[in-house]
């Protein structure tokens, strides 16, 4: 079931970021920082052999984005968020050293697309990933995971927006744990700019041409008449 999710997620973000973009609305790209609440009794850096599994302390999460909508309502996103942490507990006398990172792919879905402060949630998934320099602590491994949230966003008008987004993730939890699954937090600020944004014009405005001075008034300018 997990599976066929995936494959769906994955067949309308692409559908999505193949398709011509949408008028007016081009290439997002942005970033953002926040924190991040780990769970500490995630799945991420199970060592199957130790006799204690830590967590990962909580920390601050820095990522960037980028995004092309796909209808006025409905954006496909990618993401990379990564955050330098540590184990939450020693192993006898020994810590570990954590880079905690996430590729992941979500849909985008605007509450008011048209407004200047826009609502939207958020529903997607991604690969959370642990590199770790003491791996008979915490090791270094990949899980996968969904999550959920939502924000809002506010057009500045000066060619960027600030935007802030809440979002829970749930992974497995560690073997033997009761729920078999765990969830964590995440809380982000940060900035969205539009990449050929511009002023559109309206249909059948002609564009603006610089004429020279026209003495006769027959609509040619004087540079160019036979007879100014």
Same mark, same amino acid.
């Given at each position: 079931?997990? =599976?066929?999710?995936?494959?769906?997620?994955?067949?309308?973000?692409?559908?999505?970021?193949?398709?011509?973009?949408?008028?007016?609305?081009?290439?997002?790209?942005?970033?953002?920082?926040?924190?991040?609440?780990?769970?500490?009794?995630?799945?991420?850096?199970?060592?199957?052999?130790?006799?204690?599994?830590?967590?990962?302390?909580?920390?601050?999460?820095?990522?960037? =984005?980028?995004?092309?909508?796909?209808?006025?309502?409905?954006?496909?996103?990618?993401?990379?968020?990564?955050?330098?942490?540590?184990?939450?507990?020693?192993?006898?006398?020994?810590?570990?050293?954590?880079?905690?990172?996430?590729?992941?792919?979500?849909?985008?879905?605007?509450?008011?697309?048209?407004?200047?402060?826009?609502?939207?949630?958020?529903?997607?998934?991604?690969?959370?990933?642990?590199?770790?320099?003491?791996?008979?602590?915490?090791?270094?491994?990949?899980?996968?995971?969904?999550?959920?949230?939502?924000?809002?966003?506010?057009?500045?008008?000066?060619?960027?927006?600030?935007?802030?987004?809440?979002?829970?993730?749930?992974?497995?939890?560690?073997?033997?744990?009761?729920?078999?699954?765990?969830?964590?937090?995440?809380?982000?600020?940060?900035?969205?700019?539009?990449?050929?944004?511009?002023?559109?014009?309206?249909?059948?405005?002609?564009?603006?041409?610089?004429?020279?001075?026209?003495?006769?008034?027959?609509?040619?300018?004087?540079?160019?008449?036979?007879?100014?």
């Amino acid at each position: 079931m997990h =599976r066929l999710w995936w494959v769906a997620l994955a067949a309308v973000a692409a559908l999505a970021i193949c398709a011509p973009p949408v008028a007016a609305d081009p290439t997002e790209v942005g970033g953002w920082f926040g924190p991040r609440l780990f769970s500490s009794s995630s799945r991420l850096g199970y060592v199957d052999e130790a006799t204690a599994h830590p967590g990962l302390a909580n920390g601050i999460e820095l990522g960037g =984005r980028v995004a092309r909508p796909f209808l006025p309502w409905l954006v496909p996103e990618l993401e990379l968020a990564l955050s330098p942490t540590s184990s939450d507990a020693k192993v006898g006398a020994k810590s570990a050293s954590v880079l905690w990172l996430e590729p992941r792919l979500h849909l985008r879905f605007e509450l008011r697309p048209d407004a200047r402060l826009q609502p939207f949630v958020v529903i997607g998934g991604g690969s959370p990933i642990s590199l770790s320099r003491t791996r008979s602590v915490f090791a270094t491994s990949i899980l996968g995971d969904g999550y959920v949230g939502g924000g809002v966003r506010y057009d500045t008008g000066k060619g960027f927006e600030l935007r802030a987004d809440a979002r829970v993730a749930i992974l497995p939890a560690q073997p033997g744990a009761s729920p078999a699954i765990t969830a964590e937090l995440e809380l982000g600020l940060g900035l969205a700019f539009r990449l050929g944004a511009g002023r559109a014009r309206p249909v059948g405005e002609a564009p603006v041409v610089a004429v020279g001075p026209d003495q006769d008034g027959d609509g040619i300018p004087d540079a160019i008449d036979p007879c100014p």
